[in-house]
């Protein structure tokens, strides 16, 4: 079914019925009691039929928001993922960065090495020259020894004017020689230092390039890492934005079901009110029927008052039995049970009692379930409408309500099936019913054991 369609008819019919005077609406049909009742009737199916249509579009719209509770905790669920996937993605960034800069430490380092295995390696180029430098004075000197013999040195010496400037000079020529030789082996010394040292350099170096080739391959493996929860992140991305676009769309149409819904809500109550006026109508006929006539209808004018749906029976109840069935008048049903639990479930309260109805129940005659005093005759705001209570004297009452007219008073003395009222749907009621209570020392029983073939 179009729902908007029809949404639009009654929002255009209730504006229709806004401009009409309910009144004027009874008062423009014929006024028998058959056709208001009629009209009681059609606005009481009208008012059910859109009651159905009303619980569908509830029904639905409960369905719906079932879904959007399941696209919450779907949409939930999947940012929980996203969340989580951010935050290691967060994580690897902070790793990545600390392997960044401990990768351009280790290089800075290397560098620094390589500047100081090529100081190292200059040094001891320097020193070996130093050392080919100092050798090639030493061969000459050595050569010079060599091919004079000892003449130069005799010379040197001889060359004296004293003894202490021989040994002087003696003492120089020893030194030279001394310090020829320390020099070289100063210089070897000194070069193989250096070979230590830039052997460790580069064993140094070594390390660190191994280590900045063990942190490249760890950035690498957190940039991979990364790259697939960059991934994920797009996929979970794109998933909340697609369900958040679905349950916008349910959101929109469960907004729509439910301006529908109130739609339907105000017509039913615009129905309401016309099924109100309709029954003040037909209650008000029934009373200017009745003194126009200047008399109550008699008993012989009810046709059947045997009970259940049989027709034919005595019009004044006689029964053997202690008690008489409060409903004449064709057939009947129940419509509600003492402590029915549909009842409870749709109203929020305990029913105490049977609510008896039938087709064209309005007006049907209600009788004394028991011979007493009627205690209580009219309304007395509580719910029950018009009602008629007796008191038969033994610690049992009963209550006859909703009824359109009473035709007994406070005080009154009333025998077994005396006709007492005329069913109608004053008070808190759905439609035209006798609501029947017992009630024994003030608690309210079960009808229904006091009825047998009745209920």
Not at 8 to 21: D, P
Not at 59 to 72: G, V
Request: contains cysteine.
């Amino acid at each position: 079914m179009n729902y908007k369609k029809l949404l639009c008819l009654l929002l255009c019919f209730s504006f229709v019925l806004g401009a009409i005077n309910i009144s004027g609406v009874i008062n423009a049909v014929a006024q028998s009691e058959s056709e208001l009742q009629g009209e009681v009737d059609r606005i009481e199916d009208e008012i059910a039929e859109n009651e159905q249509k009303l619980d569908q579009l509830q029904q639905t719209a409960d369905q719906q928001k079932s879904e959007l509770e399941k696209l919450e905790t779907q949409i939930e669920s999947i940012e929980a993922q996203l969340s989580e996937v951010q935050s290691q993605i967060y994580e690897l960034n902070q790793q990545i960065t600390k392997l960044t800069a401990e990768y351009n430490r280790l290089n800075a380092e290397i560098q620094q090495k390589n500047k100081n295995i090529e100081a190292a390696t200059a040094l001891i180029q320097e020193t070996e020259q130093n050392i080919e430098d100092n050798k090639d004075v030493l061969s000459a000197k050595l050569r010079s020894v060599y091919m004079n013999g000892n003449e130069s040195t005799l010379k040197i010496l001889m060359g004296a004017d004293s003894l202490a400037s021989f040994l002087t000079r003696l003492e120089m020529m020893k030194r030279t020689s001394e310090n020829d030789k320390k020099t070289i082996e100063g210089f070897r010394e000194k070069v193989t230092l250096l070979k230590k040292t830039k052997a460790q350099l580069e064993s140094d170096k070594a390390v660190i390039v191994e280590n900045q080739k063990k942190v490249v391959e760890t950035r690498n493996t957190y940039t991979e890492k990364k790259a697939t929860l960059q991934v994920k992140q797009t996929e979970y991305t794109t998933m909340v934005t697609q369900v958040e676009a679905q349950y916008a769309k349910i959101e929109s149409y469960v907004a729509s079901l439910d301006k529908e819904s109130a739609a339907y809500k105000d017509y039913i109550n615009d129905l309401k009110q016309q099924e109100a006026a309709a029954n003040e109508a037909l209650d008000e006929y029934i009373k200017n029927y009745y003194a126009n006539q200047n008399q109550l209808p008699s008993d012989n004018d009810e046709g059947d008052y045997s009970g259940g749906s049989s027709s034919g029976g005595s019009a004044y109840y006689e029964t053997t039995d202690d008690w008489a069935w409060p409903v004449g008048g064709g057939s009947y049903y129940i419509s509600a049970y003492y402590k029915d639990s549909s009842y409870l479930a749709e109203i929020g309260s305990v029913h105490y009692g049977l609510d008896i109805s039938g087709s064209g129940f309005y007006g049907r005659s209600i009788y004394a379930a028991r011979a007493g005093t009627v205690v209580t005759s009219g309304d007395s705001g509580d719910g029950y409408g018009n009602k008629v209570v007796i008191d038969h004297g033994d610690g049992f009452m009963t209550v006859y309500a909703h009824n359109s007219v009473n035709v007994v008073s406070s005080g009154d003395y009333v025998s077994k099936g005396q006709l007492i009222a005329y069913a109608g749907s004053t008070g808190y009621s759905t439609g035209p019913h006798l609501h029947y209570e017992i009630r024994y020392y003030g608690e309210k029983i079960d009808p229904a054991p006091y009825h047998p073939g009745y209920v």
